[in-house]
């Protein structure tokens, strides 16, 4: 089962940003692209994950082109963007436009990067862009069984509007 998460741009004046993003080398950011680096990218987030099913690196090449070819909604390019760390990719998140509504498509980190606040910087930022483009609110499904990502997004600010 899903749950259904938002945020609200307009009641939530002060984003939340981690104090501090735990890790001590250089990080840069780009904007969202597709390739073997980011198919790898969500393969290795994903695998073991309680959101797996399975996925081979070609299933997800095949997912990002959907995603870029707007079969989850018009993806809204300039609030996509990868993380990188000296030089490697190690996440990233996708926002679309489906609906009129604006949503996460997918947040990334791998798994050895997680716990240093990289999911909530990638988060605050893409909320601080949103808001800035006058969006009123930002949504995401999450899977029930996945508390480490409601524990994330809880602490962004998103609240729980319902299980699909």
Known sequence: MKI???YNLKKKKKIFIPEQVTVNENIDYSNFHIGDEVA??????????SDD??????????ILNDFMNGNYGVIIKDLCE???????IIGGIVAALDEEELYIVTLAIL??????????NLL?????????????????YVTNSNIPAINIYNKAGFDVQKGT
Do not use: C, T
């Open 4 to 6: 259904r998460m938002e």
């Open 40 to 49: 790898g990218l969500f393969y290795k987030s994903y695998k073991n994950s």
């Open 53 to 62: 099913e399975g996925e081979s690196i070609e299933d997800w090449k095949l």
């Open 82 to 88: 990868l993380l990188y760390i000296q030089g490697n």
């Open 111 to 120: 798994p050895e990067y997680r716990g240093k606040n990289l999911s909530l």
């Open 124 to 140: 605050s930022r893409l909320l601080m862009k949103a808001q800035e483009k006058r969006y009123e609110k930002i949504v995401l």
